[in-house]
């Protein structure tokens, strides 16, 4: 029979060949708990408040003027109401700078309108009406065709665009734009 020669592992543990001072290790366990612990913390708030974008909803929009120069300069004066809508439990929202215009497929055929800044409080409604002008705003050969046939079929799709800038509001804390 043969003897078997084989060292134990307090044998390797007395070579070192992985050195890892106690320290370090407390250092990097407080680390990675402090890391977790925010993680958390922005979860739990995340889902406690569960923030949703506003909503908003075209209520009415009145075509006074759309007509065409053979220059294809466009004229148009559009009027629109909007209804702003909160739809968030526990957050509130500064509109700082909305910029609000009217397009047809695909081409703007009004000038940015500003909406003056206003706050709205958690599930809160506000209508906003604005008038959309356009005079001598230049535009694509084929406009004129393709608003002449649409309009003949008795139908206009225009889109309403609005751009902007929101901070959100949580008790007294008031995030960035």
């Known amino acids: 029979m043969s003897q078997i020669n084989e060292k134990s592992p307090q044998h390797c543990a007395k070579k070192k060949l992985i050195n890892i ?7 990097f366990y407080t680390f990675t708990t402090f890391i977790l612990s925010i993680l958390l913390l922005i979860l739990v708030i995340w889902f406690i408040l569960h923030p949703s974008k506003p909503q908003f909803s075209l209520k009415e929009a009145d075509i006074y003027q ?5 220059s294809h300069l466009l004229n148009s004066s559009i009027q629109i109401t909007l209804l702003s809508n909160n ?6 929202i500064y509109y700082d700078d909305i910029q609000v215009y009217a397009s047809y497929k695909g081409q703007q055929i009004t000038l ?7 706050y709205q409080d958690y599930k809160d409604s506000n209508l906003l009406s604005m008038v959309l002008v356009a ?3 230049p535009v694509d050969p084929s406009f004129g065709y393709e608003v002449g046939r649409d309009q003949m079929a008795g139908r206009l799709v225009l889109s ?7 901070r959100w509001k949580v008790g007294t804390w008031v995030s960035g734009r």
């Open 112 to 118: 940015d309108s500003s909406v003056p800044p206003f």
């Open 21 to 27: 001072n106690k320290n370090h290790k407390k250092l």
């Open 66 to 70: 759309l007509t065409l120069s053979k």
């Open 87 to 92: 739809p968030n439990q526990k957050v509130g």
């Open 135 to 137: 005079n001598g705003l």
């Open 160 to 166: 309403i665009k609005a751009n902007g800038e929101l």
